[in-house]
């Protein structure tokens, strides 16, 4: 989980480590989501509010990246639609 804040206030969100792609605000991206945690995050955000922040992590071979290994800066993203 990542702490971040918002204009809107504060909040803690779900981390979604992505590999090879930067996601921009108001970017519609299918993503494919393997990793046990990642699937469990996006389950977790399923349930509730629908927001993960979306990171890049710096080296994409990397299957368990620890939180110094994912850039500091994000975007905040809705879930619309998940399909396991």
């Known amino acids: 989980m990542a ?13 979604l480590p992505l590999r090879d792609i930067v996601v921009f605000p108001h970017m519609i991206v299918p993503l494919f989501v393997g990793r046990e945690k990642s699937i469990k995050a ?15 992590q710096m080296n ?3 299957d368990d990246p620890e939180p110094d290994a ?3 800066i994000g975007t905040l993203a809705n879930v619309l639609q998940l399909l396991k």
């Open 42 to 56: 996006l389950e977790e955000v399923m349930g509730q509010e629908k927001q993960i922040l979306l990171a890049t």
């Open 70 to 72: 994912i850039f500091d």
């Open 3 to 15: 702490k971040i804040s918002k204009a809107s206030g504060d909040g803690v969100f779900a981390v």
């Open 60 to 62: 994409a071979a990397d």
